[in-house]
């Protein structure tokens, strides 16, 4: 088996760019996909639903043999709370800014200018593969990154910290090493 063969991921979207035949002006591209598509990437994000799914790109030229990329997905998804398993809706705002170069082009940069890590700096390039992008990876990366990692339904709570704010307090539960501590006290050691 092929590791495609294994991404249920693999082709949901079947969107891809040719950077050699962008206008000069770039071009928009909308994506919407249908229900069964939909249906597909809930699945694979293990999700309860996509309820919706919708993003404008605009890809224009970048330097030489390049792509810039920019745009936004919205996408309305429901999950299941981390506490009590009910669902919980959610809405995804992400705003795309990315750029794409040959490998050759992004080769050349310097090994040590991968160590010096700025958040405020802008991201490398990304590599362009066979001279395309594929939109469709580019959009499902940037939901995974939307998706809340422990959806939570309001006012759930788990048993301890509903006892923890019950008693007031909001101090850590003890130690595991506390047990060790009493065992070793009460041993005369």
Do not use: W
């Amino acid at each position: 088996m092929t590791e495609s063969e294994n991404d249920p991921l693999e082709g949901v979207i079947p969107e891809t760019i040719e950077v050699a035949t962008l206008p000069r002006d770039g071009t928009v591209v909308a994506i919407a996909p249908d229900a069964d598509t939909l249906a597909r990437i809930a699945a694979a994000f293990g999700i309860v639903a996509v309820d919706a799914f919708a993003a404008e790109l605009t890809v224009r030229p970048f330097r030489r043999n390049g792509a810039s990329l920019k745009g936004r997905l919205e996408a309305d998804v429901v999950q299941s709370c981390v506490v009590t398993l009910e669902p919980v809706p959610q809405h995804l705002d992400e705003d795309i800014d990315l750029t794409f170069l040959p490998p050759e082009d992004a080769a050349r940069r310097k090994p040590e200018d991968e160590l010096d890590i700025d958040p405020d700096a802008e991201d490398p390039p990304e590599i362009l593969e066979h001279g395309r992008i594929d939109l469709g990876t580019v959009l499902l990366e940037h939901f995974a990154l939307g998706l809340d990692p422990y959806p939570r339904k309001e006012g759930a709570f788990l048993p301890e910290e509903e006892a923890g704010d019950a008693a007031g307090r909001d101090d850590p539960p003890p130690s595991p090493f506390a047990a060790l501590k009493r065992l070793k006290s009460n041993d005369g050691s």
